[in-house]
């Protein structure tokens, strides 16, 4: 019975000492880093093709777009007088801005096609 207590009382001691602590040092510098560190980025994994995307946001940014890049995407779309100065007030719109971005090279040149995200004609160019 003593045995028993002095041996789980050496396993907590070893467990804390040899798991948790290593543990908890671990999650220390995971929250730094992420708490502390750089933030003004985002990361994405394109879902077919595995890749990784990055791209910076601004440091401040408007409180209603939530500092992520799929709310600042979906507010630029849906706002009336875009500032890119396209008509995208319609899924016809979209696509048409779609289709034609993707056959006039010379307008791509010329920066005709400037948008937050690309634009594409069908979800399925997603898979």
């Known amino acids: 019975s003593v045995a028993i207590l002095v041996g789980c ?35 994405a994994v394109h879902p077919s093709k595995g890749y990784a995307l990055v791209s910076v946001t601004k440091t401040e940014v408007e409180p209603k777009l939530n500092n992520t890049l799929r709310k600042r995407v979906a507010y630029d779309i849906t706002l009336d007088g875009s500032y890119y100065g396209h008509d995208w007030s319609s899924r016809e719109m979209l696509k048409k801005f779609a289709e034609d971005s993707l056959s006039d090279f010379d307008g791509w040149i010329n920066g005709s096609y400037n948008a937050p995200a690309w634009i594409i004609d069908s979800e399925s160019q997603f898979n």
């Open 9 to 43: 009382a050496a396993y907590v001691t070893w467990m804390s000492l040899e798991e948790v602590s290593p543990m908890h040092d671990r999650m220390l510098k995971v929250k730094a880093a992420m708490c502390d560190g750089v933030q003004d980025f985002v990361v």
